[in-house]
């Protein structure tokens, strides 16, 4: 190796080092803000849930009256979109890069376990409803999504398990299922976030229109308050922002990637 060689290498080496800590620094500033953005707006959405099945619905019960249905929404939204968001992104934090993955996988795994269980008491809490007021099961739109969010929840829960926890897994099945894994798990998170807009509408629908109060048409203040809840803009963002998350990681990644391999 000449030695013009030797010091356009050095260069390269120190160019790529002076550059990872800055990239590092702004990628981890960027998920830290927006990862506790993400963290504030979903514990207000169970927060606003909480406030209005407590002061329009009446409180809290669980004895197949309409009280035990205030659980639905609560546990739906705590499960699906707050404790499940932030179980799709534990294991990515900027600080576990370098951890033990075992530990990270266990955290990962638990809090989706916890989201899933939330979940199904939530449903748990709507079909005893149903059963003490003579309604039918998933007679809507709503119902559909929702049970069928909370199965391919509990199928992607299973699959990860025995894919990427159990040592016994083949390497061959864990690298073809983790595009999988990951896929599903996007889509879980958007059929959460329609599941508990489609949701938050039918009840208000329901429970403006088929009483004596003032009509869903007229927007009364229980209809305004619920409605910030749930707008297709709000949605969308939060979907956009969890994306966003994971592509500034991976092109974090990419880019320590490529000054190492140019180092060599």
Not at 99 to 106: A, F, G, I
Not at 139 to 168: E, K, M, N, R
């Amino acid at each position: 190796m000449t030695k013009q060689k030797v010091v356009e290498r050095v260069k390269r080496q120190d160019s790529c080092e002076g550059e990872k800590p800055s990239l590092a620094m702004r990628s981890s500033v960027l998920f830290y803000s927006t990862y506790t953005l993400c963290v504030c707006l979903g514990l207000l959405c169970v927060l606003f849930v909480s406030c209005w099945s407590s002061h329009w619905g009446g409180g809290f019960a669980w004895d197949y009256s309409a009280l035990q249905f205030n659980w639905h929404p609560v546990l739906m939204v705590s499960g699906l979109v707050v404790v499940y968001g932030n179980a799709a992104v534990v294991y990515r934090l900027p600080f576990t890069w370098k951890q033990n993955k075992r530990t990270w996988k266990l955290v990962h795994a638990g809090l989706m376990l916890l989201g899933l269980l939330l979940s199904v008491l939530g449903l748990c809490a709507v079909f005893d409803y149903h059963k003490g007021a003579n309604i039918p099961d998933l007679y809507s739109l709503h119902s559909w999504v929702g049970i069928s969010t909370v199965a391919v929840f509990a199928f992607q829960w299973i699959l990860g398990l025995a894919a990427f926890f159990f040592p016994c897994s083949p390497l061959w099945f864990r690298s073809s299922l983790k595009p999988v894994h990951v896929w599903l798990g996007k889509s879980i998170l958007i059929l959460s976030l329609i599941s508990c807009i489609s949701g938050i509408t039918e009840k208000l629908l329901f429970t403006l229109n088929g009483s004596s109060v003032e009509p869903y048409s007229s927007l009364p203040v229980q209809a305004k308050f619920a409605n910030s809840l749930r707008p297709p803009p709000r949605g969308l963002w939060l979907g956009r922002l969890w994306n966003l998350i994971q592509q500034q990681m991976a092109a974090a990644r990419n880019r320590q990637g490529t000054c190492s391999t140019s180092a060599h």
